[in-house]
């Protein structure tokens, strides 16, 4: 139980374009969503929380206007990497919290992770 | 603020021995909890155990198990019986009550498990 996937696993886009990855709760609702990003051999950087229906909270350092995302419902949540350029590179991981059968509260489960490379 | 220390960037252990990973914490709030997380080459994030602060019992997961020491605000992590796929980057994570959901999380320490 408490099964979150993420799409793509890993994608390459030139500079300037924007990329949107998925994040999704498979078995249980998610009222909470996370933005993580992650460089090699380090710890997860929060980017942003997110809770279904409302705007996201982001963390002090990253653009809004940059990492767009959206908590449309309780088991999908997207990030958009809009105007993605070779810094923008990295390894973006999702995770949700909720109350269900499967999820222990307060307890963050993870996306699989989706690889980002910008040329 | 609270933070989360994991002193230890690389430990290693010999296949079916027994390994102690570290983790500190310092906190002013009395109602958290605590976690270990696995993330293997694989980069799949796994949470391996997870403890109540309220509770005095340390939490175990089959080969898995904790020493919480609250007052010391250490919660250590000891794997009994290593097996080649414990091997993987293992990160502490606290969750506090006026966190709003955040997780902090240590450095990291990588486990090499030898065969």
């Known amino acids: 139980g408490a099964v979150v996937s993420q799409h793509p696993s890993w994608v390459i886009c030139k500079s300037g374009t924007s990329v949107k990855i998925e994040c999704r709760s498979l078995d249980f609702q998610a009222t909470t969503m996370f933005w993580y990003r992650q460089f090699p051999k380090q710890s997860l950087m929060l980017m942003a929380t997110s809770n279904e229906g409302s705007k996201a909270t982001y963390e002090q350092g990253v653009e809004k206007d940059k990492f767009l995302i959206n908590h449309a419902s309780l088991t999908l949540s997207t990030l958009t990497v809009t105007s993605a350029h070779p810094e923008d590179s990295s390894f973006y991981i999702c995770?949700?919290?909720?109350?269900?059968?499967?999820?222990?509260?307060?307890?963050?489960?993870f996306g699989p992770g989706t690889r980002l490379t910008v040329l | 603020a609270q933070t989360v220390t994991q002193s230890q960037p690389e430990m290693s252990v010999q296949e079916a021995e027994t390994v102690t990973l570290s983790c500190t914490y310092d906190t002013s709030e009395s109602d958290y909890y605590l976690f270990w997380y696995k993330q293997p080459p694989s980069r799949q994030m796994i949470l391996v155990i997870r403890?109540?602060?309220?509770?005095?019992q340390n939490a175990t997961e089959n080969r898995f198990s904790v020493n919480f020491q609250k007052a010391a605000k250490s919660f250590s992590l000891k794997i009994s019986d290593s097996q080649l796929g414990d091997a993987a980057m293992y990160f502490c994570?606290?969750?506090?009550?006026?966190?709003?959901?955040?997780?902090?999380f240590g450095q990291g320490t990588t486990l090499q498990v030898k065969p």
């Open positions: 995770s949700a919290s909720g109350r269900a059968h499967e999820a222990v509260p307060d307890t963050q489960y």
């Open positions: 403890q109540e602060a309220y509770k005095q």
């Open positions: 994570a606290y969750y506090g009550s006026s966190n709003t959901g955040k997780l902090i």
